[in-house]
């Protein structure tokens, strides 16, 4: 249970009691009032008939029946007798009991309304000559008690219903406004969610919307940073240091991945040219450090716009080691194939390095197919055993060989 519910249940309880308790107070104030009511009362009509019967001029009995058969039929009373000094019963008259119940007797046991009785001497100036009793009916008492306790029940019913809704009304609205003012921060919380910059319209929850704004704000930071520390890490492993472009095994891994993912709608066959230099330890010699780094920087940016512009094949670039380059070349016949390597020549052909003695770095270039499920990696040394059995020539002729695997491997075919 919530604490919400759990103080409202508290404060329904204390509620419960406190009517209950008004309640029963209520009518017991009530019940003494009746009662004292009905003493006066009781007490007045005794004094006022005994002091009646008592003067000279009503000393007659049928004055006296008179009197006395007059404030009995005023229907408050239960019984007016009058008896003599030796006992003898000189008027008698007694209410007969009523044959309705409009007071319940459970009510009755529960708030006794006590029938009161009063007795008075008559005299005949200094002689006494009888003793009046007045028995004053609670008929009335207890009906107007029994219906001031149902209603005052039906009130307290009513206030307790009243109070009931209030209280569903209550947690209602709390839930609602908990959802509106924590929720939503609380969800955007971690997520690409934009929490509103706005104090609660609820006093009680500032303190807690503040709070989960800071704490969304130093997620959010954290998230970039680690954010910003994946994609350094992920550059570390899958890229080259100084040219940026994908090693060898995110080279690999990207092309067989891709293959994979295009099934046996892969379309036209693909190719694969290795570049290398063949001067790079002597360009390492002849330039310091970091002039080497932009160089090479710069060689690889240029695979990447001789192969972009114009290009209808889909080209992945990498750097494979120090000195070898590579260039996929996806759905492209011979013909596109040769073209693209023909124009990363020409684009390598600007970015050699001059020597003192007039010569210049020099390239070495071999291009041959490649086919979904075929062996790369047995494809990429095979590109490399025959950029070796070369040698050193002076010229930068494209060698195109056969597919890694179909035995054309012994004798190469023309250059192009």
Known sequence: MSLLKRLLMSVTIIMVCILVGTMVVSMGAARQYLNGQLQSQGDNAASALALLLSQPANQDPATRETLMT????SGQFRKIALESKEGAVLFARTLAPSSGKPVPEWFRRLLPVA?????RDITDG???VGELTVVVDDASAAEALWRGSSQLLVLVVLAGVVWALFVALLVNWFERALSREIRHQLEAVGHDLEIQKESSSL???ADVSAAIQDTEARVRATSKALNERIDSLE???NRDPVTKLPNRRYFIDEILRGTESAGPRAGRSAYVLLIRQRDLTRINQAMTRPRTDQWLYGVGQSIVQATGSGAEAACLVARLNGSDFALFIQKAGRDEALRLANAVRAELSRQRVEWEDGGHSRWAYALASWAPGH????LLL???LSLMRLGSPQSDEIHVIGPAGDGEQDGLPPEV
Do not use: H, M, N, S
Request: proline share 8%; net charge negative.
């Open 70 to 73: 007059a404030l009995f039929d």
């Open 115 to 119: 029938p009161v009785t009063a007795v």
């Open 126 to 128: 200094w002689k006494q």
């Open 203 to 205: 006093r009680e929850l």
């Open 235 to 237: 550059t570390e492993v």
């Open 375 to 378: 062996d790369l990696p047995g």
């Open 382 to 384: 095979t590109l490399d």
